[in-house]
């Protein structure tokens, strides 16, 4: 199993990133994906959930209304657009699935909200 995050960098406060994640060694259509966020200091933490076929949503509560996850089955690629970003989004954000029993994580990639 190989997640690959991309899309990270440095934005300004209200402005918008896309995220991607690259998935590969497993049936990627037939697993829910999700991504996650972890600050300096605090602990890992679920952002936003999507079901197999991409038909189900959940997000955390902080995101919702500013963050849509979404999937391309095909790409075998999992996105999270953020919108309206805030300093308190600064994070390090994880691709992630879990199958056999196992969690899987991708390396992770900076997001930084700062003016």
């Known amino acids: 199993v190989r997640l690959v995050e991309s899309g990270g960098g440095l934005v300004q406060p209200g402005g918008s990133l896309r995220l991607s994640c690259a998935a590969s060694?497993?049936?990627?259509?037939?697993?829910?994906m999700s991504w996650f966020c972890q600050a300096p200091g605090k602990e890992r933490e679920l952002v936003a959930t999507i079901s197999s076929a991409g038909r189900s949503t959940n997000y955390a509560a902080s995101v919702k209304g500013r963050f849509t996850i979404s999937r391309d089955n095909a790409k075998n690629t999992v996105y999270l657009q953020m919108n309206s970003l805030k300093p308190e989004d600064t994070a390090v954000y994880y691709c992630?699935?879990?199958?056999?029993?196992?969690?899987?994580w991708g390396q992770g990639t900076q997001v930084t909200v700062s003016s």
């Open positions: 060694g497993f049936t990627f259509s037939n697993y829910a």
């Open positions: 992630n699935t879990h199958l056999w029993g196992n969690n899987y």
